[in-house]
Nanobody
Framework: QVQLVESGGGLVQAGGSLRLSCAAS????????VGWFRQAPGKEREFVSG????????YYGDSVKGRFTISRDNAKNTVYLQMYNLQPEDTAVYYC?????????????????WGQGTQVTVSS
């Protein structure tokens, strides 16, 4: 069964850091880009970051540029999101997803497999 599992969320003070992990069962990441999205209560799901299969292309939403770094280890079928200088507005459930079209997309509708999400809460 195809499965994506996020981990690494938690409660952190403003200015702190967290590293999220997204582990895939099997080889469903093979040849596909992966994205991170987040959704805060009452808001739409927002693109955070994406990475190509090879890892040489990375993309970031405007609100996280310069603070978040995405990376992947294809041997471990895992994608990471390193988050620095977290702010209260970063509070959300963070999801990883596989891009169904193969390349990174800013639209959640282009992703076919999703994890269950991990909560990130940043206190002021």
């Amino acid at each position: 069964q195809v499965q994506l599992v996020e981990s690494g969320g938690g409660l952190v003070q403003a200015g702190g850091s967290l590293r999220l992990s997204c582990a895939a069962s099997g080889r469903i990441f093979g040849g596909f880009a992966v994205g991170w999205f987040r959704q805060a209560p009452g808001k739409e799901r927002e693109f955070v970051s994406g990475i190509s299969w090879s890892g040489d292309l990375t993309y970031y939403g405007d609100s996280v540029k310069g603070r978040f770094t995405i990376s992947r280890d294809n041997a471990k079928n895992t994608v990471y999101l390193q988050m620095y200088n977290l702010q209260p507005e970063d509070t959300a459930v963070y999801y990883c997803a596989r891009s169904g079209g193969g390349s990174v997309s800013y639209s959640a509708t282009n992703y076919d497999y999703w994890g269950q999400g991990t909560q990130v809460t940043v206190s002021s």
